[in-house]
């Protein structure tokens, strides 16, 4: 049996293009001891992918010939893990390729009677819900009555802090790129308003939205529309820094915000976090996602790409805004 897996092929320097990637065919290897073979059926297209092109990364450096790392779903075609068998879906890293030879001990059965395996990458899964989750309800600590807003909304991560932050009773406000997505944020999300970056002025925008100023700011983006928010901050707002896409292919030249001084000057404050604090808490909030999405409270639209081949032009379309909701591959 035969693979395709996609590689890294040269380290770019700015933004990302196809032809720093390359699909390669590798045979099959045999199974070792408490090793399983899995067919990839979703792989996830995260704004992580890209970071770990960079030197130094926080989820460590890609290594020049080898499967661009990706978290994703596979099902079990042989085993030689005692407690995994034939069928099963399991989560974990999978990496960009279609068939993956992983110790059973990276791997998590996946429970498949309430919700189909890949909502375990997105609304249920560690880059996508629990992430909003805890970066609305743990960091952001969102009340009933707060202003909330959010950036890349239309993304999945954004979708999901969107809902998430309507279920705990805020208001909010999605900033997305273009009308379509901004009726895709009022229409489907549920956003009470919505702000189109690209053809208008956030800070005009957020001054008529909410003249009494934001609650909350969920931020996924940085640069120039983290700082037409540091504008708007009401007395006491809390920043919630998720990421920030827009300085992924900049990060030896990372734009910090201008405007940071309405923080102290507002008695706000400005929080990063990563999802792995939250670890301890991950099956707790798994439940609650769940229980909103079988209620018919949370929902997170997805697009995927198919055949492995696709993969590369998955990964640029995440930082062109090309996508709405979850972007995944189907190799």
């Not at 990839?40 to 030197?55: G, P, Q, W, Y």
């Not at 991560?157 to 900033?175: D, F, L, P, T, Y």
């Not at 405007?259 to 099956?283: C, H, Q, W």
Request: hydrophobic share 45%; proline share 4%; net charge negative.
């Amino acid at each position: 049996m035969k693979l395709q897996r996609v590689v890294l092929k040269e380290y770019p320097k700015g933004e990302l293009q196809a032809e720093h990637m390359a699909i390669i065919e590798e045979a099959i290897p045999e199974l070792a001891e408490d090793q399983v073979l899995l067919q990839v059926e979703h792989l996830s297209i995260d704004a992580f992918i890209r970071t770990t092109f960079n030197e130094g990364a926080f989820h460590g450096t890609a290594d020049l010939g080898q499967p661009i790392v990706a978290l994703g779903i596979g099902r079990v075609i042989d085993s030689r893990f005692d407690g995994l068998n034939q069928g099963d879906a399991v989560f974990g890293p999978m990496g960009a390729q279609t068939h993956a030879v992983l110790p059973g001990a990276m791997l998590q059965k996946i429970d498949e009677d309430e919700l189909p395996a890949r909502a375990h990458l997105g609304v249920l899964g560690v880059t996508t819900g629990l992430t909003a989750y805890a970066g609305i309800v743990r960091v952001g600590e969102v009340q009933a009555s707060d202003v909330v807003v959010v950036s890349a909304a239309a993304g999945a991560v954004g979708s999901c802090a969107c809902q998430i932050a309507k279920n705990c009773g805020a208001r909010v406000i999605g900033i997305a790129g273009g009308s379509e997505k901004c009726q895709f944020l009022i229409d489907e999300i549920g956003c009470d308003d919505a702000i189109d970056y690209k053809h208008e002025d956030i800070d005009e925008r957020l001054k008529a939205l909410a003249p009494d100023g934001l609650d909350v700011f969920f931020d996924n983006v940085g640069g120039a529309v983290l700082d037409a928010a540091l504008l708007n901050l009401k007395e006491g707002a809390r920043v919630v820094i998720c990421g920030a896409i827009s300085q992924y292919e900049r990060t030896g030249d990372v734009k910090g915000p201008t405007n940071y001084l309405k923080i102290p000057e507002r008695n706000a404050s400005m929080l990063g976090y990563t999802v792995f604090r939250f670890a301890e808490e991950y099956d707790q909030i798994r439940e609650a996602l769940a229980e909103w999405v079988l209620a018919g409270q949370l929902a997170l639209p997805e697009q995927v790409e198919e055949g492995i081949e696709q993969f590369p032009d998955a990964l640029i379309k995440l930082f062109s805004g090309g996508h709405k909701g979850k972007l995944l591959v189907a190799p």
